[in-house]
């Protein structure tokens, strides 16, 4: 009986402080401060009218559930790259950044939907205005797309060597929307990713550091080839950016108009710089061929003038 009288006791404080909290003036502020209309107008006629209504409590219910979302997919990230390698951790953030605001996007589509909020009314309302929008972005997810493309193919990673549309440049750092490279003078090359998708690109060190390079000179008909040759290999062998292994060559190319042609390939471990030890082996080809008595022609023309017969 005493308990029967305890509980009823409870239950009756339970309402005053219910009903107290109803009757109080914050309570009916707050109340009214939730339902307070940030967005309401109408639009359409007749069966195409749609009403939008935008209140303070649904915007705080898509903060929390965006606050919510936000560590679920820091735990996620967190899990996931927990043994990953550092290099696969950096291109796993920087596509895990570009689906993180898709998710945030879905999840804010479902939050107002769940909410009431007509989805459909707010996009037939911005229809133009979204179609401006993506017209406007449309290079930008062709960037963030093919940085994707680049980030999981791997058909370029950073320290690369890269060559598209005519510009050479050792990459320096590869994000979603641009890639970074730097050039033999030292200046940054920031490349749209999408060029990868609408130009050829070369990649000059995916088979590895090494690379063979050519010199191309021409000696005076009559020379004497064999010590062409000789001269030729002497030139590349003794500069000490040039591997021994594989041997240089020299290819006799053809007879040109005013010269035999030679090629002279090499192999060097710095294709980035090629053009140094290239420039040091013109100079001592141009060295050897002085001492040694070997023409380097340049073009020659006949020109036989016809007389004036009247």
């Known amino acids: 009986m005493q308990k029967q009288n305890s509980e009823g006791k409870i239950e009756n404080h339970v309402d005053k402080v ?12 707050f109340v009214n401060f939730l339902e307070y209309k940030i967005i309401d107008f ?37 899990l996931v790259t927990r043994k990953m390698p550092s290099e ?17 996007l879905i999840v804010l589509l479902i939050v107002l939907d769940s909410a009431g909020i007509n989805i459909t009314a707010i996009f037939a309302a911005s229809a133009a205005l979204l ?24 058909s370029v990673q950073v ?7 005519g510009k050479v440049g050792r990459v320096i750092e590869i994000k979603l929307r641009t890639t970074r490279a730097v050039t033999i003078d030292n200046r940054v090359l920031v490349i749209p990713n999408h060029f990868y998708l609408t130009n050829m690109l070369f990649n000059w060190t995916q088979n590895g550091t090494t690379t063979r390079e050519s010199v191309t000179v021409g000696v005076a008909y009559g020379s004497d080839v064999q010590l062409v040759r000789k001269l ?24 040109g108009d005013s010269s035999l ?10 294709s980035f710089k090629a053009q140094f030890p290239k420039s040091d082996v013109r100079f001592e080809i141009d060295k050897l061929f002085r001492e ?19």
């Open 131 to 154: 179609i401006g929008i993506g017209l406007a972005l449309q290079t930008l997810f062709q960037d963030i797309i093919s940085g994707i493309f680049i980030l999981v193919d791997q």
């Open 88 to 104: 696969d951790k950096a291109k796993f953030n920087t596509v895990f950044s570009f689906v993180r605001w898709v998710i945030y």
């Open 159 to 165: 320290g690369d060597i890269i060559e598209i549309d």
């Open 232 to 255: 030729l290999l002497q030139a590349a062998s003794t500069h000490p950016d040039v591997l021994s292994t594989p041997e240089p060559t020299v290819i006799f190319t053809d007879f």
């Open 18 to 29: 219910s009903d107290a909290i109803t009757e109080s003036s914050f309570w009916e502020k």
């Open 42 to 78: 109408n639009y359409g006629v007749g069966n195409e009218a749609h009403d939008i209504e935008l209140r303070v409590k649904y915007v705080l219910l898509v903060a929390l559930v965006l606050m919510a979302t936000t560590y679920v997919l820091r735990w996620v990230k967190r």
């Open 292 to 310: 040694h008595q070997v023409s380097i022609p340049f073009p020659q023309r006949d020109i036989h003038i016809i007389p004036n017969q009247e």
């Open 261 to 270: 042609d030679f090629k002279l390939v090499f192999t060097i471990n710095d």
